[in-house]
């Protein structure tokens, strides 16, 4: 079976290559993994089995076959060996990669997988540094809007009006007293509308956009949200990559919302 084939040439490889004690890399962040995992399904060229496990360890390429192999008995995956100079390469590919909807199921189970082992090698513990944000923290906030929206997403008086509203989760990520990221989450009823995300230059692509969303799910999750919808640019592809690489999955589309012309796809996830 297809199954059978990826554990055995996937463990036949790794073996050759590394022995069987690789793990993941100390030093390499999961939004890195997220956009290479994505990258390679949604693309003819399909997911390099050895040059992934170079880069991201045995115990991650493991745990991203392991899920990938409930998806061959459906036949919506399957496994492609290629001749190399350094001989054989193992490819993962989608029969599908464009078909959104079953794309997004398999990427969603695939990262799903993969946060425990991300989690236990290098994420940020679940309060490393997170914390409900107050008036006196303005300054910063301010200072991560003008860097992360032309002409700023909102005033410094929309600021202070969400954060006084009893329905409004307000989380920032500090670190040696410096605010990195914050996250904005909106109640009604058991719903909840994440407003906005916005992560300082510095710290972009270091994990904190998705330890911020994983704090505010869990602040939701105590508060009896089921589910959190949000709205993205179509344009905004690592926003986009984040919330799907988050298990948040496109329920709808928003023609011409930002400025009268873009479109803006709306995202939603069961709690």
Known sequence: PLSQAIAVACEHWLGQRHGPVIECQAD?????CVETLMLALRTDQGLNVPAFCSAFG??????VLASLRGWNDEEHTYVQEESAD???VLRVRLTDPHGLLLEN???TGVLSDLEETFDEGRAPGPLD???PLEVDDLDEVLAVDAASWDGGFWTRAMYTAEL???HTTALGKFEAGSLLGYVFLERILDEGSLLLIAIAPQARRKGVARLLMDQVERAGKAQGLQTITLEVRESNTAA???YE???YHLVGKRPRYYEGTEDALLLSKFL
């Open 86 to 88: 350094d001989g054989l």
């Open 240 to 242: 986009v990559r984040l």
């Open 58 to 63: 045995h115990t991650t390429t493991q745990k």
């Open 129 to 131: 540094g997170v914390r």
């Open 105 to 107: 199921a398999i990427m």
């Open 164 to 166: 006084q509203k009893p």
């Open 245 to 247: 690489g988050c298990g």
């Open 28 to 32: 390499t962040p999961w939004d890195e």
